[in-house]
């Protein structure tokens, strides 16, 4: 819990009452995390330039480059710097079908040779503005995407947004994340939320 | 704490073994235990200790080695039906059953999903402690339209016992005079967000039979000093609590029932045993303890007492019943009728209805809520006037959507983004739960030649929706419709889904109480007809399935129970 999720209503639990409430009851039995509030511990900055799991160091540069074009940095940091592609790699090894991750895993490679084909340059090596151009074209399967049967854009977008908003920076500096919210209350607005959204679950 | 309590061997005779720690056994433990008795607590799984075992418990998607998601290969080989369930993830797949190492068939053509926790403490860990008594059409509609066969009880039996663990489970909800849903023993309501506010308001005007009510749920809302001194502390909304929960703020047997049982210093607890059938003494017609193969080293040894529950849960129950064969009950314990089972039921969750509402964009909320509002049973009252039989009510509140909003749309970027960091249009859900009229075609036996590890015979099972359960998904999802186009809501989406029966996971029917021992097992106080010492008072014994979540019926019943045992059995006359 941080300033970020003030409770402004006296009606509802001041943070230092749950934190009191916590303690009493189950000090030390919850981690050590919860009670603290969120630890600072992103994982190391990774621009892709070692091997992942299931890719080639070529191809967590350009997965790194891909989603920090999805979500770029703005006042909290992007989904590179928080190893997004780290972690969409570790997903494609551990959580999906060897099939699945295959699909991927070539379609991502095909891309990244067709873009290399039409614009004689690695992804990463794009200027910004190219960069979005391209991203662009694979949103809207438009040339030279359009010939991919697979749907790698969507596929991308959505386990970005599931590997950015369930790390620690994506769920509690740029969503609000309350491990233990104290109480329901709805007379909150989202104003007292600092206009944010929560974080959620995505399994 | 339950450590010192756990056993292995023992020559001892008890008063009364309970078979399974889950919602019902715990309670058949603590009542046993707190009228004197000397009881043995019998569970085929491993120990969970309050609290020091809820291994999920307080971790955020970082400091999960998956975000959260289950690891495919562990799935496949361990959760092929587990994973079907809405509360299966990384921090709570601990505590659902092994689908590899306990297996099931189906008959051809039908399917069954059978949702299970196989450890101390059983489902009470998992279960979403949606709590509503039922009404006192519930138990008269088997007489009234000849399906099933009919209660021996009637709702005013099991009302003083409903309060009375009530008033121990800690039911929070609002008081209604709803006459299709008695009002508990109640600590204050969560509250209502400003869409369902505004929804209530709406339906009740549009549609003056319908009430939209906040969901009753096993959660402290506000703990009175009775439940502080148990240990027990208020609901902290998380919404977690599936992993576990260490506020013992949801009713668990972990948190309520197992602390109250040890208290008295009456129980054991065997854990690694995994009850393999009842034996019977045909010369004096009794049951006089269990065989036991221990689920870790498949070493048997046979417990002994003076009666036996058992609450091993519905399909449990049953599979020990069918399996404890004799030359008195060739065709398994207590079931000269025939009928051990038969009349499965689950209830009917496939049809539910989603839609968008504007405006409301200042309004929010803080916390996870743990249940979300309902509207009671409004259809066939007194007499059938609808196509099908039986009836439904619907469960389903308002939220407010983060990230759904820039799912599957080809946005990206900075402004994408910033979009995001707000949270999206509010949304409603509508959902059937359904009764599922008793039949006995419905059923599950044992697999006559299949054996688990442990040895035991599968289950079979053959269940399948009926025409009426169709007729009443269909109505489901119209109404739903209706009633989020009378709110104002849009974008109305309905859905049947074709998910087979099980998921609803409130499986019972299979050792049915009845007036008569020709078609029944049970009589009205959850003892068999054939066996007088042994009793039955988990889902097994439900005569009909209502519509409501059954488990705080089972909790009534068996606190119900062992008062009649124990009074038996201190007159002599087990
Ligand atoms: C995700 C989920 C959500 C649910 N939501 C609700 C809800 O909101 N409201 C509601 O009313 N119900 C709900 N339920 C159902 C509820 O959990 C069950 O009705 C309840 O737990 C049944 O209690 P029980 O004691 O009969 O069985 P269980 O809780 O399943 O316990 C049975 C115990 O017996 C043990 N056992 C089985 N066989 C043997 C054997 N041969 N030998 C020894 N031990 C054995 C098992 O290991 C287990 O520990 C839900 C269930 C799940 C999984």
Not at chain 2, 123 to 132: D, G, K, N
Not at chain 2, 252 to 265: E, F, M, V, W
Not at chain 2, 454 to 465: A, E, K, S, V
């Amino acid at each position: 819990m941080t300033s970020q999720h003030p409770f402004h209503k006296p009606a509802s639990l001041t943070r230092r009452e749950i934190l009191a409430g916590l303690a009493a009851s189950c000090a030390g039995l919850l981690s050590q995390n919860t009670l603290a509030g969120m630890p600072e511990s992103a994982p190391a900055l990774q621009q892709g330039a070692s091997k992942g799991e299931m890719l080639t160091p070529a191809g967590m540069k350009l997965l790194a480059a891909l989603v920090d074009v999805i979500i770029p940095p703005t006042k909290t940091k992007g989904a590179a710097a928080v190893n997004t592609h780290g972690f969409i790699d570790h997903q494609l090894a551990h959580c999906q079908s060897s099939a699945e991750a295959a699909q991927f895993v070539a379609a991502l490679t095909d891309a990244g040779e067709l873009i290399e084909r039409k614009w004689h340059k690695k992804y990463w090596a794009l200027s910004p503005a190219e960069q979005v151009t391209v991203m662009a074209a694979l949103a809207e399967r438009r040339a030279p995407f359009n010939r991919q049967g697979y749907p790698l854009f969507a596929k991308l977008k959505t386990m970005t947004m599931i590997g950015y908003y369930s790390s620690e920076e994506g769920a509690s500096k740029e969503l609000v994340y309350l491990a233990v919210p104290g109480g329901y209350s709805a007379d909150f607005s989202l104003a007292d939320n600092g206009g944010k959204a929560y974080a959620i679950p995505f399994f | 704490m339950i450590d010192p309590f756990l056993i292995k061997k023992s020559s001892q005779k008890y008063d009364a073994i309970v078979v399974g720690s889950g919602i019902s056994g715990g309670w058949a433990a603590k009542e046993l235990c707190e009228k004197g008795l000397k009881v043995l607590l019998v569970e085929r799984g491993r120990p969970v200790r309050h609290r020091t075992d809820y291994i999920g418990e307080g971790k955020a998607p970082w400091e999960m080695p998956h975000g959260g998601k289950v690891e495919h290969a562990l799935i496949e080989d361990q959760y092929q039906t587990q994973r079907k369930c809405y509360a299966f993830n990384d921090a709570t797949k601990h505590f659902f059953g092994n689908d590899r190492d306990y297996p099931y068939t189906t008959e051809p053509g039908t399917s069954f999903d059978w949702i299970r926790g196989n450890q101390l403490g059983g489902r009470s860990l998992l279960w979403h402690r949606q709590s509503f008594r039922w009404s006192p059409m519930d138990f008269e509609e088997n007489l009234r339209d000849g399906n099933g066969c009919d209660w021996p009880i009637r709702y005013e039996d099991l009302a003083p016992w409903y309060s009375y663990v009530e008033r121990f489970a800690g039911i929070s909800g609002s008081v209604e005079n709803c006459p299709t849903l008695p009002d508990s023993e109640f600590l204050p309501p969560f509250e209502m967000n400003a869409v369902e506010k505004y929804a209530k308001k709406v339906i009740e005007k549009k549609y003056p039979h319908l009430k939209y009510i906040q969901g009753r749920c096993a959660h402290l809302s506000e703990p009175t000093q009775f439940f502080l001194d148990q240990g027990r502390t208020k609901c902290m909304a998380r919404d977690e609590c599936q992993r576990g929960c260490s506020f013992g703020a949801y009713f668990s047997t972990q948190s309520s029932t197992l602390p109250a049982a040890l208290k008295t210093n009456n129980l054991s607890i065997a854990c690694h045993s995994v009850v393999h059938s009842v034996i019977y003494d045909a010369k004096t017609n009794r049951a006089t303890g269990v065989n036991v193969i221990d689920e870790e080293t498949l070493e048997t040894r046979e417990y002994h007492a003076n009666m036996v529950f058992l609450c091993a849960s519905t399909l449990g129950t049953t599979q020990i019943m069918l399996n404890s064969k004799s030359e008195s009950f060739p065709n398994g314990i207590a079931n000269s009728s025939g009928v051990l089972g038969h009349y499965l039921m689950d209830h009917i969750y496939n049809a539910t209805a989603r839609a968008d509402i504007d405006g409301f964009e200042d309004d929010y909320y803080i916390g996870r809520r743990p249940t979300g509002p309902v509207i009671p049973r409004f259809k066939n009252l007194g007499k059938q006037t609808e196509a099908f039989s039986r009836g439904y009510f619907l469960r389903g509140g308002a939220s407010r959507g983060s990230l759904h909003h820039g799912m599957g749309t080809n946005e990206f970027g900075a402004d994408f983004k910033n979009k995001m960091q707000k949270p999206g249009p509010w949304g409603l859900f509508l959902g059937g739960s359904g009764e599922m009229v008793p039949k006995f075609e419905n059923q599950v036996g044992l697999n006559t030649g299949k054996t688990d590890k442990w040895g035991m015979p599968l289950l079979h099972f053959d269940c399948r929706f009926t025409k009426n359960d169709h007729l009443m998904m269909k109505d489901m999802v119209e109404t739903s419709a209706e009633i989020l186009e009378a709110i104002g809501a849009k974008n109305i989406t309905t859905r049947i889904s074709d998910d087979p029966p099980g998921l609803a996971i409130h499986e019972m029917g299979t050792a049915r109480m009845g007036r008569d021992p020709k078609d029944s097992v049970l009589n009205g106080n959850n003892q068999c007809h054939d066996v007088p010492n042994l009793f039955v008072t988990d889902g097994a014994c439900m005569a009909s399935s209502s519509h409501q979540n059954p488990s705080l019926t089972y909790m009534a019943l068996t606190a119900r129970a062992v008062d009649i045992a124990v009074n038996l059995y201190k007159n002599g006359e087990l």
